[in-house]
């Protein structure tokens, strides 16, 4: 990490005094809106800029996701598919009892069965865990990990788990985020108990002027409570890995959102050289921010493989999945906000509480406090801890809670501020991408069909609303790729980094391609593999962002090695070659060229290797927050049955330089049907008499399956930011944000009585309209 | 939200069922008493039911099956394989673990996503809800037969045309429904669509692309 920081401030040291550094006129802006090209100084060995989409060849175009043809014909293998040769499966005990010390554990009964090779208990070393002589963890809610059992098939493992005996010690619990912040609460965690408080914090997201002032500036303060519920990622891959353990080092396959996360803290936990550990991930069954970390399986498989010798197989089941590997943390948010008359907002507050269960980051003033920037901004966030399963990010953690608030509050305001909703944020929205987002939505929505709230007097009423969020582009500077040009006429491209679904693998066959004036079926792709220079971890919507730039410089790279050794040949300077069209020419005499292939052959070694690895933005441009999206969406509402329907989400999206449209179009669909999900069904039930989660199964807890799904358009925002040698960007999270508080506003339109709890289920419809 | 009664999926056995409130399903049910030595004698495979399907092919009525594994032949994909399995495998372990037929995906294990969807006689079932047994005898289609000598079903294709994979883990199970679907109703309307699909969970939000796969392969069968 200290080597990473003196690199990163050499690198700025040398920008500064304009070391190896030149100048490069690049796009920036919108187009057809206010693209114009800007210079910027950008590092020597870095490409020449890429005009805009239109004038490429590959990128920016719909090529097919490579990996389809795997999906569809099922060859695809994901973690949960892999067999290896005596390989073993794995079950864990996870805990029935909420809060438990665990005074002894009798595995003899389990180490009996016929077919079992080896028992682990979690939190014990290898020395103690027989003898049972060492202390046991605390367990701190139903579900948690105890115990382990590798066995011949799963079947005898399942059945080997439940010969073991634990004997606990109950301790009280508690589960409700309100109850939990009570006097005399039960200590949700013993042993880190302070007097009666099961609260964490105060964070506070950076504070901004002075809210007392702002709000005496105000002629009109509204303040209201909103409550959001605890949401669960649902991967239909649940967290799952293989882990070959061997004397010269470790294999595991994982399900997961990042290899080298898992490569370091299973080598961490096993007191590994992180080069003895290799992990890969060829596929995997979705994420959505669960599977950044490797999780206590991943080490209950590593301990099992290492104790057999052989490799253990070890996927959650659908209950543990739910029970123990995450999810979105509910929140009981109290926001106030003062206006001028004119819509100026004067002061922003909020206080804000959240259960992450046993997890601590459950905080959601982002959107609060970056959405509108009101010069006098409070917030205060604690985590209450509970006796349930810890958090886990969750696309777009916090803003997806904070943007629920936020957004039904403006809504609000503009009612009572006699103002049309995307008036108000004209006012004192400042940012321009939003703007524009917003009249192009508003002209494809049709928002000029809104009418006063509660206006349709049929039984079942139709209702529009808005809402809009911003999101940052994260990025991961430990983003690397390789791409090697093989003699025999091979091209490839390597990186560490994941394809959790989102399309990486295409994204960089197509900037590969295109730097090399190829089509993408030329570039075979091998990503995934920690034994490739490690590649982002695929969280923040920061993978495309990331990877990309690298994997082109290092393309360009290679490029101009084999320009070097083919410029003899043509007759030409090294520096006047191009790639494009499958063929190597010189600018300056196009008929000196030859076939891309035709180079390769003629290559002095058997590969050209080239690796570059993502550098800063450049000139360090910090990039705006305008990823996020104005939604707009039309729901219909029965006021009999208290049913909303979803019937239209019009979403539109700054995407940066957009490299795969219909990958875009998915994530952002994926996006929307998950936020349609949060605001009408999706809900944690806990049963605060036993502490057990009550739908732990995919059949009770709601998704919404097709016959939920609304009609989605998508409007994109080509944008360019002119800060990498791609501009391109992730999108997956962005346009999940705003979904929930526009269709809160649509409801509210329909029937006039606003709803400021989630799930927007039937029952709190019909109390809202005094019907039961 | 899975809508049981919209569920197209006809079962071709009666549903097995399952108490919410004890957990119990039949399939864990066999493997409780079996558990417990109460099998150890075996169970004589009786002409009712008595392994979740109403109508036990003909090979396994009146033998003596388990506790141990014993030898079945499966039909899965025109092929008779024979296999060792214990009677309380379900149809999906027989297929993955046994067959290495890994493209049918087990997502929820209780019949709840689909996931798991394949053919069984021509018709959808939930491999995850039958014992590898009640499969003895009938044929069994997975996602692995519905490219032909390599050439692709017109719904993979389409599906790879209006990219309606995401992670990918849903999409074997939902190409099975689809296929039904088209087998049996080659010119759907969208509704018909979703209708078909309603009980395959997507977490990725893939159905959009999904219903435009679907409908344009119908499109063009029509056209033809």
Redesign the interface.
């Known amino acids: 990490m200290d080597m990473q920081r003196i690199e990163r401030a050499l690198e700025k040291l040398k920008r500064a005094v304009g070391i190896g550094m030149k100048r490069v006129t690049m796009p920036h802006g919108i187009p057809g809106h206010n693209l114009t090209q800007i210079e910027r100084e950008v590092p020597q060995e870095e490409p020449p800029a890429w005009p805009t989409n239109d004038k490429l060849s590959v990128v920016g175009k719909n090529v097919?996701?490579i990996?389809?043809?795997?999906?569809?014909?099922?060859?695809?293998?994901?973690t949960?598919?892999i067999?290896l040769p005596g390989m073993l499966f794995g079950k864990m005990l996870c805990s029935h009892h909420p809060h438990v010390r665990i005074r002894s554990v009798d595995t003899t009964a389990a180490e009996r069965l016929p077919g079992v090779a080896a028992v682990h208990l979690f939190g014990m070393t290898d020395s103690k865990d027989d003898g049972g002589q060492g202390e046991y963890p605390e367990i701190t809610f139903a579900g948690q990990p105890i115990a382990g059992v590798a066995a011949q098939?799963?079947?005898i493992a399942e059945?080997a788990v439940?010969l073991i005996r634990v004997e606990y010690k109950k301790l009280p619990f508690v589960v409700d985020l309100e109850e939990a912040q009570k006097p005399g609460a039960p200590a949700v965690i013993a042993i880190e108990a302070k007097e009666g408080n099961n609260l964490l914090g105060p964070w506070y997201s950076k504070p901004r002027g002075n809210i007392k002032t702002g709000f005496s500036e105000a002629d009109l303060i509204i303040e209201r409570t909103y409550k959001t519920q605890v949401q669960h990622?649902?991967?239909?891959?649940?967290h799952g890995v293989v882990v070959d353990y061997r004397n010269d080092g470790v294999t595991i396959y994982a399900s997961t959102q990042s290899t080298k996360n898992v490569r370091d803290e299973f080598a961490k936990a096993f007191g590994l050289p992180a080069n003895r550990v290799r992990v890969i991930c060829e596929?995997?069954?979705?994420g959505?921010g669960s599977k950044i970390k490797p999780g206590p399986s991943a080490v209950m498989a590593g301990f099992l493989s290492r104790k057999t010798g052989r490799p253990v197989s070890l996927m959650l089941?659908?209950r543990e999945e739910f029970l123990s590997a995450g999810n979105r943390p509910n929140s009981l948010q109290h926001l106030k906000i003062g206006a001028r008359k004119d819509g100026t907002l004067t002061a922003v507050e909020l206080h804000s509480r959240g259960t992450a269960g046993v997890a601590s980051d459950s905080g959601v003033g982002h959107v609060a406090r970056s959405l509108y920037r009101c010069p006098n901004f409070y917030s205060e966030h604690y985590t209450v801890l509970t006796n349930a399963g810890p958090s886990t990010p969750f696309r777009a953690p916090g803003n997806v809670q904070g943007c629920f608030a936020v957004e039904q509050l403006m809504d609000e305001l503009a009612e009572k501020l006699e103002l049309d909703p995307l008036e108000l944020r004209d006012r004192c929205d400042k940012s321009e991408t939003r703007r524009l987002e917003r009249l192009r939505g508003a002209e494809m929505f049709g928002w000029s069909r809104r009418r006063a709230a509660g206006s349709d007097t049929v039984i079942v009423k139709k209702g529009l609303g808005m809402a809009q969020a911003l999101w940052p582009k994260f990025l991961d500077l430990d983003s690397s790729a390789e791409v090697l040009l093989l003699k025999d006429g091979g091209i490839e491209v390597r990186s560490g980094v994941q394809d959790?679904?989102?399309?990486t693998k295409t994204v960089l066959a197509q900037v590969v391609a295109e730097e090399l004036g190829l089509q993408p079926e030329a570039i075979t792709v091998r990503i995934g593999d920690t034994l490739f220079p490690d590649g982002p971890t695929s969280e923040g919507s920061k993978v495309t962002g990331s990877i990309t730039p690298a994997a082109r410089n290092a393309a360009y790279k290679a490029k101009r090695q084999l320009f070097e050794q083919v410029a003899e040949t043509l007759g030409a300077e090294a520096s006047e070659l191009v790639a494009a069209e499958g063929r190597i020419f010189s600018k300056n005499e196009p008929s000196k060229k030859i076939a891309f292939q035709e180079a390769l052959k003629m290559m002095k070694r058997a590969r050209i290797s080239a690796t570059a690895t993502r550098s800063e933005n450049y000139e360090g441009k910090p990039v705006s927050e305008d990823l996020g999206a104005v939604q707009f969406a039309e729901v219909s509402v029965d006021t009999e049955t208290g049913i909303v329907n979803v019937e239209r989400i019009v979403t539109v999206n700054s995407c940066g330089r957009p490299i795969n449209i219909?990958?875009i179009?998915?994530?952002i669909?994926?996006?929307?049907?998950?936020g349609v999900s949060y605001a009408l069904?999706e809900n944690r039930v806990m049963d605060a008499a036993t502490g057990h989660q009550m739908n732990a199964?995919?059949?009770?807890y709601?998704?919404?399956?097709?016959?939920?799904?609304p009609e989605?358009e998508i409007v994109l925002i080509e944008s360019y930011d002119a800060a990498t040698s791609t501009d391109a960007v992730g999108i997956g999270e962005p346009p999940i944000i705003a979904t929930a508080p526009a269709i809160a506003n649509a409801v509210y339109n329909a029937i006039g009585v606003r709803i400021y709890e989630l799930p927007i289920t039937p029952d709190k419809v019909l109390k809202a309209l005094n019907k039961i | 939200m899975k809508k049981d009664n919209l569920n197209p999926q006809e079962q071709p056995s009666k549903k097995p069922e399952y108490n919410e409130e004890s957990g119990i399903s039949r399939r864990n049910f066999l493997k409780s008493i079996k558990g417990a030595g109460l099998m150890t004698a075996g169970t004589v495979i009786a002409g009712v039911g008595a392994l979740g399907s109403d109508a036990p092919s003909e090979s396994i009525k009146d033998r003596t099956v388990g506790p141990e594994a014993g030898v079945v032949e499966l039909k899965v994909n025109g092929v008779i394989k024979e296999i060792t399995v214990e009677p309380r495998e379900t149809l999906a372990d027989a297929l993955r673990d046994h067959l290495h037929l890994t493209g049918t995906k087990v997502a929820c294990n209780r019949g709840s996503c689909s996931s798991c969807t394949v053919l069984l006689d021509g018709v959808p079932v939930n491999s995850c809800m039958m014992l590898a047994l009640d499969a003895v005898g009938r044929e069994v289609s997975t996602i692995e037969s519905l490219a032909k000598n390599g050439e692709l079903h017109p719904l993979q294709q389409a599906f790879i045309d209006h990219d309606a994979s995401q992670c990918g883990f849903c999409t074997p199970g939902m190409l099975m429904s689809c296929a039904h679907l088209l087998q049996t109703n080659p010119h759907p309307t969208l509704s018909e669509v979703k209708n078909a699909i309603s009980g395959n969970l997507c977490r990725c939000g893939t159905h959009p692309h999904i219903f435009k796969a679907v409908l344009e392969v119908a499109d063009k069968q029509k056209r033809k």
């Open positions: 097919k996701r990996d389809a043809h795997a999906k569809v014909t099922g060859s695809a293998k994901y949960a598919d067999r098939s799963l079947q059945e439940k990622h649902c991967c239909l891959e649940t596929f995997m069954g979705g959505f089941d659908r959790i679904g989102t399309g219909a990958q179009e998915s994530q669909e994926g996006a929307v049907i998950q069904y199964n995919l059949q009770q709601q998704l919404p399956f097709s016959m939920e799904i989605i």
